[in-house]
Structure formats: structure tokens, C-alpha cells
């Protein structure tokens, strides 16, 4: 353990522009993130990790122009734009560079490479917006997962975080968190309700993870 690992937060509100690279000399847990869009449970796990010694994230690798690719970088965080993301080399290459310990897919809309899962084995992450095992797989994403909770008339939805597989959302549950399905609720409101808690839900997750040294099943409320 050591101190003193990352430049000091920005004051509060957006800076003029981007910040140093962080120092990661001193990370001991060190994450990276893979990410498809506007980068919430990024910027939630990065605000999260501020006060952690020796966890961070230190690698975003996107497979489209994404907002989180910017945040990332206005944050001093390594972020790439993958060139081939369905070849797992790049993946591997970086990951090694920056020395990861985790991969968390944070919105992530592709399959990962077989590969990557393979060289990361029991070491990637995914969180969905719903309670797994209901409403995942192939094409469950956005408000297609909400619309189809409501269809449902579940009672509850929430989010999930699971290890991941070479399927989509099929890897075993580590934690779970729930919300009510409230009367009227459109797939917007209830985006909205799940959002809040994937926010809390991930740092969890990887603060699990840290303590472990691996993904672990975790307690949330
Ligand atoms: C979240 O709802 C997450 O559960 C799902 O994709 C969404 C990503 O949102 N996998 P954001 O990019 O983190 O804002």
C-alpha cells in the first residue's frame, strides 16, 4: 500500500481542458474499461475510486467514437478507439501494457473477442441493466431490456454484474441490485431508476474485486 497515487481531482465542474496523465506508478489494482457510448458507469466508477489507494482505472478501450472516450481523456486516462474490436490481439496488447488486472464492460455492445476472455480468464466483468438471468442475451440492450421488463410486468428490475463468458450475459451472477417497477413507469423512468443503481452497483463491484485480488460475489444494498 502507498500514498499519494493520482494527480488531485479537478474542482468541481468540467475544466477548460484536459487533465495530465494520471499517475499510475503507484495502482496496485489496476482496471481497465470497455465501453460502446456515453461512458455514465465510467465516469461513476472513476468518481468512485478517487478516495480508493491503489485502485484505478488506468486503460478505456472503445469500439466506436464514443462520448466515454472523451471523458475518459479529459480525465488524463489512456483511452483508445479499438482499429479491429472483434480481433483480440489489440485488446490483448493493451491490456498487457497497462497491466490489468480487470476488465469491466461498462456499456460495451459487442461480443469480446474469445481470446481476450481466455487471457483475462475469471477477470472480466459486464454489467446489464436488469435482473439477470432474465431479460439478457443477444440484442438485450438500452430500452430494449426496459420495454421488455414492462412487457413482462415484472414486479422489479434492476442491474446486475456477472463475469463474462463467450455469450452474451450468461457468465455467473456476482451481485445484484433492485428497483421497483412503479406504476406508469415508461422504459425511460424505469432506464432512469436502474441507471442510479448501476451506478453504485459497479463500484461495488470492483471495490469487491480489488480487496480479492479477482472478481468476487458481493453483498449490495
Ligand atoms: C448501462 O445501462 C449498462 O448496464 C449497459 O449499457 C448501459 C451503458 O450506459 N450495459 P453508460 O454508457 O455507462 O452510460
Known amino acids: 500500500m502507498t500514498s499519494g497515487r493520482l494527480a ?67 480525465r488524463g486516462i489512456a483511452a483508445h478507439l479499438l482499429a479491429a474490436p472483434a480481433v483480440a490481439a489489440e485488446w490483448v496488447r493493451l491490456l498487457e501494457a497497462a497491466k490489468c488486472d480487470l476488465l469491466v464492460l461498462a456499456g460495451y455492445l459487442r461480443l469480446v473477442p474469445r481470446d481476450v476472455i481466455a487471457a483475462m480468464k475469471g477477470r472480466v466483468i459486464n454489467i446489464h441493466p436488469a435482473l439477470l438471468p432474465r431479460h439478457g442475451g443477444r440484442g438485450m440492450y438500452g430500452h430494449r431490456v426496459h420495454e421488455a421488463v414492462l412487457a413482462a410486468g415484472e414486479p422489479e428490475s ?63 444494498s
Open 8 to 74: 488531485p481531482r479537478p474542482p468541481a465542474g468540467r475544466p477548460e481542458s484536459p487533465q495530465p496523465p494520471l499517475d499510475y506508478g503507484v495502482v496496485t489494482y489496476r482496471v481497465a474499461v470497455a465501453v460502446s457510448g456515453r461512458g455514465s458507469n465510467l465516469i461513476a466508477l472513476c468518481d468512485a475510486l478517487v478516495d480508493i489507494p491503489d485502485v484505478a482505472v488506468v486503460l478505456v478501450m472503445a469500439d466506436r467514437p464514443a462520448t466515454a472516450i472523451t471523458e475518459a481523456k479529459r
Open 158 to 220: 434492476g442491474a446486475t454484474v456477472h463475469l463474462v463468458d463467450e455469450e452474451y450475459d450468461r457468465g455467473a451472477i456476482l451481485g445484484q441490485g433492485r428497483v421497483p417497477v412503479e406504476p406508469g413507469d415508461t422504459s425511460e423512468s424505469l432506464a432512469r431508476r436502474v441507471l442510479a443503481v448501476e451506478h453504485r452497483l459497479l463500484p461495488a463491484a470492483v471495490r469487491a474485486a480489488a480487496r480479492s485480488g479477482r472478481p468476487v460475489p458481493f453483498a449490495f
